[in-house]
């Protein structure tokens, strides 16, 4: 598990990582700022009051509170631009860690479909189910720290194993090697759990845990091989 995260970072120094990076970055900022300016463009044209101060006031308080808005969005529309690169980021993993791969298996939309909706499902009961916990939780903070980990291990874990693993296996496939190995991908969940509550490191959190998790499902998928 370590070697596999070691490896995650080691690999950020490639350029095809790097890229998809900008291309997040940039791209965020380019949603982020028509966000901004369409917000702006609504306050301005408001009127809601009859005097010029009071307006000019109300239109720079606003343009303040856009643009602390702006800034605490940046780093989940961050996530979600790496989001679109993630089958990227296993390309660059493979085409580097594991070279002469077959190209991988194309997904259909049914399949996409179906494993989102059973991901959304469960992950629905395990918050609703885990409610009583978090609020017995106030009282016992550790509880809290220990349900959030273990959830959100759990969660991730299965999100990103099923992100790489869709790509070489099919959906029933993929759900039997996760349950032979289904500690393995708890652990990684809660790694991943883990970048993504580090300040900054945050921001680039989805590249790593995607390599990191190529790492892990390649190397159950070689453990179990037959010989």
Excluded: C
Aim: net charge positive; proline share 4%; hydrophobic share 60%.
């Amino acid at each position: 598990m370590f070697a596999a995260l070691t490896k995650a970072f080691a690999q950020l120094d490639d350029p095809r990582l790097q890229r998809i990076l900008l291309w997040s970055v940039g791209l965020a900022l380019g949603v982020l700022l028509a966000l901004g300016v369409l917000l702006w463009f609504i306050v301005v044209h408001l009127h809601l009051f009859s005097w010029a101060w009071l307006e000019s006031l109300f239109e720079w308080g606003s343009g303040l509170v856009i643009a602390v808005l702006l800034i605490l969005l940046f780093p989940a529309a961050i996530s979600a631009t790496i989001g679109l690169f993630l089958e990227a980021v296993a390309e660059a993993v493979e085409g580097r860690h594991y070279p002469g791969m077959a190209h991988p298996r194309a997904q259909s939309i049914h399949e996409a479909i179906l494993s989102g909706l059973k991901f959304a499902l469960v992950a629905i009961l395990l918050n609703l189910a885990a409610l009583p916990v978090y609020v017995v939780g106030i009282f016992l903070p550790p509880l809290n720290v220990f349900v959030f980990y273990g959830l959100n291990g759990y969660l991730l874990g299965r999100e990103y194993y099923e992100t790489v693993a869709l790509r070489r296996l099919d959906g029933k496939q993929a759900s039997e090697v996760r349950r032979r190995n289904r500690w393995r991908v708890f652990l990684a969940g809660v790694a991943i759990t883990v970048l993504l509550t580090v300040p900054l490191l945050n921001l680039i959190a989805p590249v790593i845990a995607t390599a990191f998790m190529v790492h892990v499902f390649e190397s159950i998928r070689r453990r179990e091989a037959p010989a």
